[in-house]
């Protein structure tokens, strides 16, 4: 049995709580080898967070110094789990505010978004500011910035065969790390990267 790349199903367009790999011929180059988590895709658009584009020089700590969450001399009393929270560049859109994917055991009225059974989405600094005294969710991700797509535009790129797409789940957004998401991503479609060409996806 070979295994079947999953194809861009006109029936339900709408790719929700779905991870989307770049294919090798992304012409756009900020998106080259990205995996994107979607969290909202409509007639409207899409919006999606980008999971393997770590931040350089930038950490959970000194966020929450730079915000002014936590005063700088309590950064060493911060719990070790969120000391060592990665934080992401989740794509070109607002850089500068941040997006928080989690576990479903925190929940913020109006401000958090349950995108499926395992992950929410909530984008406010309480949410930060729960994380730094210990009371934020099991398991979170943060990503400064999103990708966004105007009214159409992903369902032309997957129809270019810009992106593959699976379901997402949250052993793989939250407990693996951000350079081998890639490969962990391309594997649950049932694809080897080392066989990916630019030839995939054309018959």
């Known amino acids: 049995m070979g295994s079947q790349i999953p194809l861009y199903d006109i029936e339900s367009p709408y790719l929700d709580g779905q991870i989307l790999v770049a294919m090798p011929g992304m012409m756009d180059e900020r998106f080259a080898r990205s995996v994107i988590y979607i969290c909202a895709?409509?007639?409207?658009?899409?919006?999606?967070?980008?999971?393997?584009?770590?931040?350089?020089?930038?950490?959970?700590?000194?966020?929450?110094?730079?915000?002014?969450?936590?005063?700088?001399?309590?950064?060493?009393?911060?719990?070790?789990?969120?000391?060592?929270?990665?934080?992401?560049?989740?794509?070109?859109?607002?850089?500068?505010?941040?997006?928080?994917?989690?576990?479903?055991?925190?929940?913020?009225?109006?401000?958090?978004l349950p995108i499926d059974d395992s992950i929410c989405l909530t984008a406010t600094i309480d949410i930060l500011r729960a994380i730094a005294r210990g009371d934020g969710p099991e398991n979170a991700v943060l990503a400064l910035g999103y990708a966004?797509?105007?009214?159409?535009?992903?369902?032309?790129?997957?129809?270019?065969?810009?992106?593959?797409?699976?379901?997402?789940?949250?052993e793989l957004i939250f407990n693996t790390a951000a350079d081998l998401r890639y490969e962990m991503a391309l594997r649950r479609i049932g694809i080897e990267p080392a066989m990916l060409s630019m030839e995939t996806g054309h018959a």
């Open 41 to 112: 895709h409509s007639a409207e658009g899409a919006m999606g967070i980008v999971l393997n584009r770590p931040a350089a020089h930038l950490n959970m700590p000194d966020l929450l110094v730079q915000l002014e969450i936590l005063p700088e001399p309590e950064r060493i009393r911060l719990p070790q789990k969120v000391g060592s929270m990665q934080v992401l560049i989740g794509g070109p859109v607002e850089t500068s505010r941040g997006f928080v994917l989690h576990s479903p055991d925190f929940h913020l009225a109006q401000s958090t």
């Open 148 to 170: 966004g797509w105007g009214a159409g535009q992903l369902e032309l790129e997957l129809q270019a065969n810009g992106w593959l797409n699976c379901p997402a789940d949250a």
